[in-house]
């Protein structure tokens, strides 16, 4: 009987202590959600040690995604970055073609993606048989092409470029060789103002950055005269006109951080504002506005954010889905990628 005096009292007594808990998380703030992220993260952070597993991540994650990464960076840094890695894996948290290149780089690590569907509209736009074809038309063309595009498009490339490093590559080029640059035809229009070299384009796009609207950014800069505009170079012409500042997005981090300025409108995916907000969190951040109507009055990129931390974590946990690629499309598209590095130092 005693015993059984003694069971109630401890079953109550565990009760109380568990209200107290929860009352205490709610009065911190900390919702159910919150709670089971955060447990998402720590259990990804174990993970990674346990696997020796390194997290590399674009600015358009999800700011959860970031939070986990060992670095997050531009296409370009994630390029160099993904030569020095060390660890047995390496769970890429960005898109295909973003992952893809890591593996070109590091053959005998384990590049992971948390979804393969993580795809590009502008590597979509570039099927690798019809730029085959028209290669074969320019045989006396050097042929660049921007990162964003398949490893069998890279295999047919003499250089490949980053938004952070193409008109210093272009420039580089002999002024009496022509050239073909693609897929994106905005970066190439506006590589070729810049260093005034004529190129042959390919017509590919980012939908995302095509869908600012310029009506709506004036109305905004209108509300925002004090506001700088910084712009993503596969933004269309009409939006870099009115632009500050165009450059790739670790570009345009810095120019909000050395920028004396108080107030940017910011003309690319909506996730780097996560960055940017850490950086300059004094300062005022409005993302620029999409033609469409939506909740966030921004542009977001429907394939990074296929991307979530409950995937991050099942790719962790099973390793998969891996990223694989021919051994001879590997070797091919090794070279204009490490030509690209070279000419970046
Ligand atoms: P960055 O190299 O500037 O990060 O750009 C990558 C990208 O996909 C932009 O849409
Ligand atoms: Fe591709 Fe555009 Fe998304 Fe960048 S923002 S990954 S270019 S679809």
């Known amino acids: 009987m005693l015993d059984l005096y003694w069971v109630a009292f401890k079953s109550v007594f565990c009760f109380l202590n568990m209200c107290i808990f929860v009352k205490i998380l709610s009065k911190k703030g900390i919702t159910k959600i919150d709670y089971r992220m955060k447990n998402l993260k720590e259990r990804i952070l174990e993970l990674k040690k346990e696997k020796n597993a390194v997290i590399l991540a674009h600015y358009y994650q999800e700011a959860d995604i970031q939070d986990v ?8 840094g994630l390029s160099q970055e993904a030569m020095k890695v060390d660890a047995d894996i390496i769970l890429f948290a960005g898109v295909h073609f973003m992952a893809e290149t890591a593996k070109i780089l590091n053959p005998s690590k384990k590049v992971i993606l948390p979804d393969l569907k993580a795809g590009c509209s502008l590597a979509e736009s570039c099927p690798p048989e019809d730029f085959k074809k028209f ?7 050097i042929v660049i092409t921007y990162v964003n595009c ?15 490093n193409a008109v210093k590559i272009v420039n580089s080029i002999p002024k009496d060789k022509p050239i073909i640059f693609a897929p994106d035809k905005n970066l190439g229009k506006y590589v070729m103002e810049q260093t005034g070299r004529k190129m042959l384009l390919w017509d590919g796009a980012c939908v995302v950055h095509e869908a600012f609207s310029l009506d709506k950014l004036i109305a905004l800069y209108k509300k925002n005269p004090d506001a700088q505009i910084i712009a993503h170079p596969e933004s269309e012409t009409h939006i870099l006109k009115t632009a500050n500042y165009i450059g790739s997005t670790a570009g345009m981090i810095n120019y909000v951080k050395t920028n004396p300025s108080n107030k940017f409108i910011v003309a690319t995916e909506a996730g780097i504002l996560h960055k940017m907000k850490q950086e300059v969190p004094d300062k005022i951040l409005i993302p620029a506005p999409s033609n469409e109507d939506n909740t966030c009055a921004c542009s977001e990129c429907g394939y990074m954010k296929m991307n979530t931390l409950q995937k991050v974590y099942d790719c962790l946990l099973n390793e998969t889905p891996e ?16 030509r690209m590095l070279e000419l970046s130092k």
């Open 135 to 141: 290669t074969e038309a320019h045989p006396d063309h």
């Open 323 to 338: 990223i694989s690629v021919p051994d001879d499309i590997m070797k091919k598209a090794l070279i204009p990628i490490e």
């Open 150 to 164: 398949s490893a069998e498009v890279k295999a047919l490339t003499d250089i490949v470029v980053t938004s952070a």
């Open 69 to 76: 990464a060992d670095y997050v960076g531009d296409s370009l």
